[in-house]
């Protein structure tokens, strides 16, 4: 008896726990419609696959206990959801099934074992199998090799036209290839049909793009590439699927019809398949043969070891793909095992999906901290009820920044969607807005640096917060040490990363500043340190006492203060003092210095943490000669643009570098029409012909050292 069958009269003459069992059927099909209308009408899910996957393996195990409570359009007899109004509706000739799931290694034998006893098989069957693209099923009509009409899956019967679309779609052929030798191909010719099924998809890559675009503009993040796909798809103008990343491969060929309509053959019919066409592997590679688009790892393997070997092989592939997948599918491959086979309410008795652990899951977020990066960058990491997503325990999740926390409305005791892939760091993907109560609490950004206790500044323009205790962070200490002694800043010779952790582990240092303090007998001690390397480092680092303005500067590691900006500042002001006092106006008045570079110089020096190591160093004898200050637009190249190519043998390209940007000129490693000189020494290659091509003034070494010598002052 069906549920709508059921009299109310007799509820009170049933078990109790019939009466339960009823009420959760009835609860889970509810339930599970719901989901289905979010998933595949409006791109929307609420929940995560895996739990998903869950509520239906319940309800069908109910609906099996007790078989007089389900029904007919129960989720475990229908497929998706019903086609949305806004789109016209296409009946499918061959409905459009979904396929049974996998899990484990015992479902994908006990699959095989099925179909081994149905078909009294003694020896091992051939499976085809194929990645399960995370995308959007589609049917596509193609009448004398012209495609004519392309239609969503729908509810497995009735789908919705996406033909123009569809058309948009760069992959799929708008003419197949006809002048394959093939039976087929002849029917084609005389006006006959062919409909094939397949996956429109939208790549990592595109995906990222679209989401970036999106992020500019404000506006809503699509949750993850299947969303996005689905959402470009069901666009009513279609010049927007159009600017949509959209992908395609074929995965089936549903039917073959005669120029007089007569059928042919169809999946799942009684009718028995073509001579011509009595496999799933050369049927898609007859597609490929046409012009289709199929996927590349597409493999045929025997029953057993053949079919886990191929999962585990795809699984470690999964993260390096092109694209997202969410399993395998395994098919017998013979055509006509397949009939034999049959279907059940739902989906093929001949194939299944072996899905891999959920790499989403739903859960709550209980805290959010704020972590501290080598560079200075808090990020918000998510504290979550613990849950198993991508086959791992998972109790935190990045946050990214407060830009993305506000954009995705999160907030603390919200349920979120978590996304792991692979060894990517856990995220945040999205609020299940559905399930927020009234006890959320915003997330704020901290004032203080939670490690040093210095401010915390979002310059306006980036995304990123930043720690301003770069010297004295303990978070940023080993970057800003390394940074501090590298060759272009200081030039510690010896000083490499390993000798620096090895100070900062034994508690010899806990700034730059300290290391000046250094002396031999302090390294002496230390494990696999040498008393000569011992000297060499303790001279290296009093050597460099002595150093230009410029060098200093930069290797304070000042944010976006690169070698030429820190050349530029120190040229403009001279000394350090009236660069500290300098307001962001005033700053933003030097060539190549914005006002995000501004902003930072400004908040650096009036971080008294910082002001603190400065002196300090000032004091154990980092110093540098003053010299007048030139405004760099009153120098002699000011507003020229110089690339330098090939050998010099009178001086360093570096030291040419150096000569150039002295007299104002910016100095590109591109040429492009903005140049104004390229400097050729000996072997150059590419550069010195577009210079030429472009009719750029070149010279060459001798020429150079002249063209300076005519600026050196009288």
Same mark, same amino acid.
């Given at each position: 008896?069906?549920?709508?069958?059921? %009299?109310?009269?007799?509820? +009170?003459y049933?078990p109790?726990?019939?009466?339960?069992?009823?009420k959760?059927?009835e609860?889970l099909?509810?339930?599970?419609?719901?989901?289905?209308?979010?998933?595949?009408v409006?791109?929307?899910?609420?929940? %995560?696959?895996?739990?998903?996957?869950?509520?239906?393996?319940?309800?069908?195990?109910?609906?099996?206990?007790?078989p007089e409570?389900?029904?007919?359009?129960?989720p475990?007899?229908?497929?998706?959801?019903?086609?949305?109004?806004?789109?016209?509706?296409v009946?499918?000739?061959?409905?459009?099934?979904?396929?049974?799931?996998?899990?484990?290694?015992e479902d994908?034998?006990?699959?095989?074992k099925?179909?081994?006893?149905?078909?009294?098989a003694?020896e091992?069957l051939?499976?085809h199998?194929?990645?399960?693209?995370?995308?959007?099923?589609?049917s596509?009509?193609?009448q004398?090799?012209?495609? !004519?009409k392309?239609?969503?899956?729908?509810?497995?019967?009735?789908?919705?036209?996406?033909?123009?679309?569809?058309?948009?779609?760069?992959?799929?052929?708008?003419?197949?290839?006809?002048?394959?030798?093939?039976p087929?191909?002849?029917i084609l010719?005389?006006?006959?049909?062919?409909?094939v099924?397949?996956?429109?998809?939208?790549?990592?890559?595109?995906?990222?793009?679209l989401?970036?675009?999106?992020?500019?503009?404000?506006?809503?993040?699509?949750?993850?590439?299947?969303?996005?796909?689905?959402?470009?798809?069901?666009?009513?103008?279609?010049?927007? !699927?159009?600017?949509?990343?959209?992908?395609?491969?074929?995965?089936?060929l549903?039917?073959?019809?005669?120029?007089?309509?007569n059928?042919?053959?169809?999946?799942?019919s009684e009718?028995?398949?073509?001579?011509e066409?009595?496999?799933?592997s050369?049927?898609?590679?007859?597609?490929?043969?046409f012009?289709?688009?199929i996927?590349?790892?597409?493999r045929?393997?025997?029953?057993?070891a053949?079919?886990?070997?191929?999962?585990?092989?795809?699984?470690?592939?999964?993260?390096?793909?092109?694209?997202e997948?969410?399993?395998?599918v395994?098919?017998?491959?013979?055509?006509?095992l397949q009939?034999n086979?049959?279907?059940? #309410?739902?989906?093929?008795?001949?194939?299944?999906?072996?899905?891999?652990p959920?790499?989403?899951?739903?859960?709550?977020?209980?805290?959010?901290e704020?972590?501290?990066?080598?560079?200075?960058?808090?990020?918000?990491?998510?504290?979550?009820? +613990?849950v198993?997503?991508?086959?791992?325990?998972v109790?935190?999740? !990045?946050?990214?920044?407060?830009?993305?926390?506000?954009?995705?409305?999160?907030?603390?005791?919200?349920t979120v969607?978590?996304?792991?892939?692979?060894d990517?760091?856990?995220e945040?993907?999205?609020?299940?807005?559905?399930?927020?109560?009234?006890?959320?609490k915003?997330?704020?950004?901290?004032k203080?640096?939670?490690?040093?206790?210095s401010?915390?500044?979002?310059?306006?323009?980036?995304?990123?917060?930043?720690c301003?205790?770069h010297?004295?962070?303990?978070a940023?200490?080993?970057?800003a040490?390394?940074?501090?002694?590298s060759?272009?800043?200081?030039?510690?010779?010896g000083?490499?990363?390993?000798?620096?952790e090895?100070?900062?582990?034994?508690?010899?240092?806990?700034?730059?500043?300290?290391?000046?303090?250094?002396?031999?007998?302090d390294?002496?001690?230390?494990?696999?340190?040498?008393?000569?390397?011992?000297?060499?480092?303790?001279?290296?680092?009093?050597?460099?006492?002595?150093c #230009?303005?410029?060098?200093?500067?930069y290797?304070?590691?000042?944010?976006?203060v690169?070698? !030429?900006?820190?050349?530029?500042?120190?040229?403009?002001?001279?000394?350090?003092?009236?660069?500290m006092?300098a307001k962001?106006?005033?700053?933003?008045?030097?060539r190549d210095?914005?006002?995000?570079?501004a902003?930072?110089?400004e908040?650096f020096?009036h971080?008294?943490?910082?002001?603190?190591?400065?002196r300090?160093?000032?004091?154990?004898?980092?110093?540098?000669?003053?010299?007048?200050?030139? %405004?760099?637009?009153?120098?002699?190249?000011?507003g020229?643009?110089?690339?330098?190519t090939?050998?010099? #043998?009178?001086?360093?390209?570096?030291?040419?570098?150096?000569?150039?940007e002295?007299?104002g000129?910016?100095?590109s490693?591109?040429?492009?029409?903005?140049?104004?000189?390229?400097i050729?020494?000996?072997n150059?290659?590419?550069?010195?012909?577009?210079?030429?091509?472009?009719?750029?003034e070149?010279?060459?070494?001798?020429?150079?050292?002249?063209?300076?010598?005519?600026?050196?002052?009288?």
């Amino acid at each position: 008896m069906a549920v709508c069958e059921l %009299s109310p009269r007799l509820m +009170p003459y049933m078990p109790k726990y019939k009466i339960a069992a009823k009420k959760r059927i009835e609860a889970l099909q509810k339930e599970i419609g719901a989901h289905n209308y979010r998933y595949h009408v409006i791109n929307a899910p609420s929940i %995560s696959d895996s739990e998903y996957d869950a509520l239906f393996h319940q309800l069908k195990q109910l609906e099996a206990q007790y078989p007089e409570f389900s029904s007919p359009d129960s989720p475990t007899h229908t497929v998706g959801a019903a086609a949305a109004r806004r789109f016209n509706r296409v009946t499918h000739r061959v409905a459009m099934l979904s396929l049974d799931n996998a899990f484990s290694q015992e479902d994908l034998q006990n699959f095989e074992k099925r179909i081994a006893e149905r078909l009294k098989a003694e020896e091992n069957l051939v499976f085809h199998c194929e990645p399960k693209l995370d995308g959007l099923a589609i049917s596509l009509i193609y009448q004398g090799g012209v495609l !004519t009409k392309a239609a969503t899956r729908g509810d497995g019967v009735v789908g919705e036209d996406v033909t123009d679309n569809i058309r948009t779609i760069k992959d799929i052929p708008k003419n197949l290839n006809l002048s394959v030798p093939h039976p087929l191909s002849d029917i084609l010719k005389k006006g006959g049909l062919l409909e094939v099924r397949g996956e429109v998809f939208m790549p990592k890559a595109g995906f990222k793009v679209l989401n970036d675009a999106i992020r500019r503009e404000g506006g809503k993040l699509f949750v993850n590439p299947r969303n996005a796909a689905a959402g470009s798809l069901r666009q009513l103008d279609s010049a927007i !699927t159009a600017a949509r990343p959209l992908a395609f491969f074929a995965y089936s060929l549903a039917r073959v019809e005669d120029p007089a309509s007569n059928l042919l053959w169809a999946e799942g019919s009684e009718q028995e398949p073509l001579p011509e066409l009595s496999s799933q592997s050369s049927n898609l590679q007859l597609l490929g043969d046409f012009g289709l688009p199929i996927a590349p790892l597409n493999r045929v393997v025997l029953a057993g070891a053949g079919c886990w070997d191929y999962f585990e092989k795809i699984a470690n592939q999964r993260a390096e793909l092109p694209y997202e997948i969410d399993g395998v599918v395994y098919k017998i491959d013979n055509l006509m095992l397949q009939k034999n086979l049959g279907f059940v #309410s739902r989906a093929p008795r001949w194939a299944i999906a072996h899905k891999f652990p959920a790499e989403e899951a739903t859960t709550r977020i209980l805290d959010v901290e704020f972590q501290v990066g080598r560079t200075g960058t808090l990020t918000p990491v998510a504290r979550l009820e +613990p849950v198993f997503v991508g086959g791992a325990r998972v109790s935190n999740a !990045t946050l990214h920044n407060m830009d993305e926390i506000q954009r995705k409305d999160i907030h603390i005791y919200d349920t979120v969607l978590v996304r792991r892939a692979g060894d990517v760091i856990p995220e945040v993907i999205s609020v299940v807005l559905t399930e927020r109560s009234g006890n959320v609490k915003p997330i704020i950004l901290p004032k203080l640096c939670p490690i040093c206790q210095s401010d915390v500044v979002q310059v306006e323009g980036e995304a990123a917060a930043r720690c301003m205790g770069h010297l004295i962070c303990k978070a940023q200490r080993l970057e800003a040490i390394r940074h501090f002694v590298s060759r272009k800043a200081m030039n510690i010779d010896g000083l490499g990363e390993k000798i620096i952790e090895l100070f900062l582990e034994h508690g010899l240092i806990h700034h730059v500043a300290d290391l000046y303090r250094l002396k031999v007998e302090d390294l002496r001690s230390l494990p696999r340190l040498a008393d000569k390397s011992a000297h060499n480092i303790i001279s290296a680092i009093q050597g460099s006492k002595r150093c #230009s303005l410029a060098k200093f500067l930069y290797a304070l590691g000042i944010r976006e203060v690169g070698e !030429t900006t820190a050349k530029l500042l120190a040229k403009h002001y001279g000394a350090l003092e009236p660069l500290m006092n300098a307001k962001v106006e005033e700053l933003q008045t030097i060539r190549d210095v914005g006002p995000v570079v501004a902003a930072h110089l400004e908040v650096f020096f009036h971080t008294k943490e910082q002001l603190h190591i400065i002196r300090d160093l000032q004091k154990l004898g980092v110093e540098w000669p003053e010299t007048p200050a030139q %405004s760099a637009s009153k120098l002699p190249l000011a507003g020229k643009t110089f690339v330098l190519t090939g050998g010099l #043998s009178q001086m360093t390209r570096e030291q040419a570098k150096e000569k150039l940007e002295g007299l104002g000129a910016k100095v590109s490693d591109s040429v492009s029409k903005k140049t104004h000189y390229v400097i050729a020494g000996s072997n150059a290659g590419s550069k010195l012909q577009k210079a030429e091509a472009l009719g750029i003034e070149t010279l060459n070494e001798n020429n150079f050292i002249d063209f300076l010598k005519a600026l050196e002052p009288s």
